[in-house]
């Protein structure tokens, strides 16, 4: 079992930065693929970054050259650092931990209860 706690989130003004942490308590995180998602008023819950145990990363498009995702495995920690935010980086950030059973194409998945990112303008 796995526990997912955010913490970073906040008030920044557009073009300002902030970065999330997501701490991971139980064994097996470095076999994890660590994502974040974002989830803003009215709208799905969408992708913004994962980073692979490999570390293989990738991002919507939108927040690509902005955002950064990172982790520490020793610490069990995943990072999003958000540079020249915009309004429409406004939501919800969920830390997501996913592991792929490929012999039985199952996935195991935590989340995490969410951190508010508000930007204003």
């Known amino acids: 079992q796995v526990q997912l706690v955010e913490s970073g989130g906040g008030l920044v003004q557009a073009g300002g930065s902030l970065r999330l942490s997501c701490a991971a308590s139980?064994?097996?995180?470095?076999?994890?693929?660590m994502g974040w998602y974002r989830q803003a008023p009215g709208k799905q819950r969408e992708p913004v970054a994962a980073i692979t145990s490999g570390g293989s990363t990738n991002y919507v498009d939108s927040v690509k050259g902005r955002f950064t995702i990172s982790r520490d495995n020793a610490k069990n920690t995943v990072y999003l650092q958000m540079n020249s935010l915009k309004p429409e980086d406004r939501a919800v950030y969920y830390c997501?931990?996913?592991?792929?059973?490929?012999?039985?194409?199952?996935?195991?998945?935590?989340w995490g209860q969410g951190t508010q990112v508000t930007v204003s303008s």
């Open positions: 139980g064994s097996g995180f470095s076999a994890y693929t």
């Open positions: 997501n931990a996913r592991l792929r059973f490929e012999a039985t194409m199952t996935v195991l998945e935590y």
